[in-house]
């Protein structure tokens, strides 16, 4: 130790080369060596890495086409190039090379291409890109349509799967069409012609697929016209029909749907109903809502209430569907809150409960501590 | 879970690890932690800071409303009392400044000598600047001045 | 058996009782709505009674829609007698506010000079901003409602509206304004007003129907009709605003130049809008859409092999009414637009669209004709 702190960090490198004399001093020795042969490792030399720019200030470069080579990002990828792993420079892009100094970036040199002869980079900040389209158009028909039907690995591994969501939308609509006429004809007794028929059918379709997603009926039915009235537009857009035409069937369809929504609604289970006024189902709400808070709260209910309830609540044309899972959660739970009168009994024995109560260990908070009770069947509304 | 505290105070001491360590002990050191104990500890050091956190509160929106209120109720209380604090300073400078201000005009003598530099003049140690909380050790009992040593 | 985890708490006290109990006494500015307006309350009246009073132990928290989980939950300790002590407080500092706005509203009615006045109502605003902005009910209104039902002709929604939409959706909106290049490609920047919403309320699929998140790549069919589009001001607008809408797709190939052109695909303009009226949804459109609308909407039909092509919908503020003349589709110069109508862009909006399916079915209904294939490999030829 006091060696090391009198001799000082200078003596570190030959420890064995010093002799300490018996004063503390410490002398160096030089041994005889003269070095014979040259060392293996000094003969390295590599040839000239052919290092610098390939492609000079204005050159017309083609897109992989190398720039420059480097050790380092000498020259930083500007606009158009890009950077190898060994920091090679290439362009993507047909066009000039130019070498430039970015505003953003003042310490460093930038190499890009420009796609016009006659612009220089860096293009102006606020300034549109400029950008090279560089597909060529397929002219020879069958060609293109080859090209057009080709699909990806993903689009085509779907398919099948497409197919069948296809199947099923069809089927729920042809079925539900086919539901939609049949009320209009038997329990509307409306009249129809044959292209009125279908316009309507498509129109409560439409309002039946906005519904199901959970548009209000008024904003649905408003959407709907609106999808027919377009697609006429359309038609007239494709001369298929003149202006004049346009007109008149708009005013005939509006009118035509101002008289069917004045007869027929579509109720949000998906089935036709006889229109109701606003003010008629407020009052209709108000008076199921009192029965259901009168008959049937605060106390279990026999599966058959469940159904009247049920039967109440979907009452047609009457509640959204978020007032009715708002009642169903009320008034038929999937289970009875403890709070509700005889929805709990206390038994004494464990192992021989009553005939119809099901056993439930509960923890008791006043007691912090679980608690055996016992519970009518009707309480769970899905045991069986 | 919890066992009440019904060892007197002075056993509960001596039992504690950081009695025992006081004492000198040669060779290996023993623990005195049972090995349940000792299991817990070396699982929590395994774990990160931040898996050592306390649980989240799970609070209902009411209550974090409610939540935010009272830290809301809170930010307003304690600006109120800085903006008085501050009212308060205020007040007392400009009556410094006017009582200073009457010295110059009554006696500019004694206005230069209330004002004069004093070299050489440390911050009395029984002299502490004016704070809202007593030190840590509110007064040096074996202290004697310096020029009467 | 869920049951078990939940704490029973068997009925002891009746709930009316309960809620009367607990009815606080004090009436501050913050209950009295003889002058605020009725906006400002909380709805519900189980969720008012658990924020302003007590959560009721028996029922849980109204807020909490499962039962057993609403019956599991603990307030912290003593949150409810810290809370009302919290509330006087807050509600004493709102008073004084609202007696600062009655001395600001008395010197509006003697003022004078319109900057007085402009001063004046500013000043009112941001008083009111601050009387109510820490309200309990006016946060719970804003952070757990839906919050296209607030009223915001009430300057504290629309502030409160305005901290939300910062802290996200307008970060959401500019990095997608800025990564996909609709900044500098059509407009050279953006600073941004309004909150802007779009989607497309045709669509019967649940995926497509909700408001459009910026930057998604969506398929042909799903905006095949046009958008909705809110505006959301957060400054107060006193008399209607008129608002220009243009969408453009900067991506159309134009194989001359071997580049890309801007085509208009939907122009509105002269659209009075203000802080509540904010939206121009189907029946506005379907009752004044020929008024506003100054080029018909024709979606973006990509091409195969065309790449991902972007709609960008710029929303400009008017400084006056706008006569446009004919606009061409092709080639349409937004800037210029912008400028010589002497119009500011408050606000943006960008979705994606690639080739798709449903391309050639929009492109037959509107009339386009086959669309052309390209290679599927990009060439080497340079732009022109």
């Known amino acids: 130790m006091s060696l090391f702190r009198k001799v000082g960090i200078s003596c570190y490198p030959n420890i064995s080369n010093l002799q300490v004399t018996s004063l503390g001093a410490v002398n160096q020795v030089r041994n005889a060596t003269k070095k014979v042969s040259g060392s293996k490792t000094n003969k390295n030399d590599s040839a000239g890495r052919r290092l610098g720019p390939k492609a000079h200030e204005g050159n017309f470069v083609k897109p992989g086409q190398i720039i420059m080579r480097q050790r380092g990002s000498k020259i930083h990828p500007g606009e158009n190039v890009k950077i190898g792993i060994d920091h090679t420079i290439y362009a993507v892009e047909p066009g000039y090379v130019r070498f430039y100094h970015d505003p953003f970036h003042p310490l460093r040199k930038y190499v890009g291409v420009s796609l016009k002869k006659d612009l220089n980079l860096p293009t102006p900040h606020f300034s549109p890109r400029v950008r090279r389209f560089g597909y060529e158009l397929l002219t020879e028909p069958s060609e293109a349509k080859k090209e ?31 539901e939609f006429e049949d009320a209009l004809r038997n329990k509307f007794k409306l009249v129809l012609n044959q292209e009125d028929l279908k316009v309507a059918l498509t129109r409560f379709y439409d309002i039946f697929q906005l519904v199901k997603i959970g548009k209000p009926v008024e904003d649905a039915k408003i959407q709907a016209t609106y999808n027919f009235i377009h697609d006429l537009k359309l038609t007239e857009r494709r001369a298929e029909i003149s202006a004049d035409e346009f007109l008149s069937k708009k005013a005939y369809f509006e009118k035509f749907f101002s008289s069917l929504d004045s007869q027929v609604t579509v109720d949000v289970d998906g089935s036709l109903i006889a229109y109701i006024a606003e003010e008629e189902r407020q009052s209709e709400r108000q008076r199921i809502s009192k029965t259901l808070h009168s008959t049937y709260s605060n106390r279990v209910l026999s599966v058959k209430e469940r159904k009247e309830v049920e039967s109440l609540i979907c009452t047609p044309g009457v509640f959204d569907l978020l007032q009715r899972y708002q009642l169903r959660t009320k008034y038929t739970p999937s289970v009875v809150p403890f709070s509700v009168p005889d929805s709990v009994i206390e038994i004494t024995d464990v192992k021989n409960p009553p005939e119809g109560v099901i056993i439930q260990k509960i923890f008791d908070e006043a007691a912090r501590s679980t608690r055996i009770v016992g519970r009518p069947r009707e309480v769970f509304a899905f045991r069986k | 879970m919890f066992k009440p505290f019904t060892t007197p105070v002075s056993s509960r001491l001596a039992s504690s690890g950081a009695v025992i360590l006081k004492n000198f002990v040669r060779g290996k050191r023993q623990s005195n932690q049972s090995a349940s104990t000792k299991k817990v500890v070396n699982q929590l050091s395994a774990l990160s800071a931040s898996r050592k956190q306390p649980k989240l509160l799970n609070l209902c929106n009411e209550d974090l409303i409610k939540h935010k209120t009272i830290v809301n109720a809170w930010n307003l209380f304690k600006r109120k009392v800085q903006q008085r604090k501050h ?40 002299m502490r600047i004016p704070t809202d909380y007593p030190p840590t050790q509110p007064w040096v009992y074996n202290y004697s001045p310096k020029n009467k040593q | 058996m869920l049951q078990a985890k939940s704490g029973v708490r068997i009925a002891t006290r009746n709930v009316a009782s309960f809620s009367k109990r607990f009815q606080s006494t004090s009436s501050g500015i913050w209950t009295d709505f003889s002058k605020r307006s009725a906006s400002l309350k909380l709805n519900s009246p189980e969720v008012k009674q658990g924020l302003l009073h007590k959560i009721n132990p028996e029922e849980g928290p109204a807020s909490i829609s499962d039962y057993n989980r609403r019956l599991a939950y603990h307030s912290p300790e003593d949150i409810d007698e810290t809370f009302k002590q919290a509330y006087e407080l807050l509600q004493q500092e709102a008073e004084v506010k609202y007696k600062e706005i009655e001395g600001y509203k008395k010197r509006l009615g003697e003022a004078k000079s319109t900057k007085e006045v402009e001063f004046l109502k500013k000043s009112i605003d941001k008083l009111l901003v601050d009387a109510e902005v820490k309200n309990p009910e006016v946060l719970y209104n804003v952070e757990y409602t839906d919050v296209e039902l607030l009223d915001k002709s009430q300057p504290v929604y629309r502030h409160l509206l305005k901290e939300k939409w910062e802290a996200y959706d307008l970060m959401i909106t500019m990095q997608r304004l800025e990564q996909l290049h609709m900044i500098p490609d059509t407009l050279p920047t953006l600073d941004p007003k309004v909150d802007v919403k779009v989607k497309f309320p045709h669509n019967v699929k649940e995926e497509f ?26 400054e107060t607008v006193e008399e209607k605003n008129l608002y ?12 001359k130049t071997n580049s890309y052109s801007t085509t208009l695909q939907y122009g509105l303009a002269n659209v009075p809008l203000d802080n509540v009226d904010n939206v121009i949804d189907t029946s506005k459109l379907f009752s004044q859409g020929e008024k506003f609308t100054f080029k018909d909407y024709q979606p973006l039909v990509p091409e195969k092999n065309a790449q991902t092509q972007r709609a960008c919908l710029w929303v400009f503020r008017q400084s006056e009414e706008l006569t446009l003349g004919d606009i061409a589709r092709e080639n349409f110069d937004i800037r210029d637009f912008a400028s ?10 960008i979705w994606r669209q690639r080739f798709d399916r449903s391309v050639n079915y929009v492109r037959n209904k ?19």
């Open chain 3, 244 to 255: 220009s809408i243009v969408l453009v797709n900067p991506d159309t190939p134009d194989l």
């Open chain 3, 340 to 349: 010589k109508n002497n119009l500011t862009a408050v606000g943006a909006h």
């Open chain 2, 87 to 126: 009212l308060q300073l205020k007040k007392q400078y400009k009556s410094i400044y006017n009582a200073m201000e009457d010295l110059k005009q009554t006696s500019p003598k004694l206005f230069e000598l209330a004002n004069a530099q004093q070299e050489g003049k440390r911050f009395p140690l029984e």
């Open chain 3, 366 to 384: 509107y009339g386009l004709g086959e669309g052309r294939v390209f290679r599927r490999v990009r060439g080497t030829a340079p732009v022109v």
């Open chain 1, 148 to 178: 057009e039907d080709h699909m990806s690995r993903k689009e085509y591994t779907y398919q099948p799967k497409l197919e069948e969501a296809l199947k099923a939308e069809n089927e729920l609509k042809s079925r539900i069409t086919s």
């Open chain 3, 209 to 234: 129907a909700d408001w459009v998140v910026p930057g998604t790549v969506l398929p042909a069919f799903a905006v095949s009709q046009p958008p909705t589009i809110q505006i959301q001001e957060f």
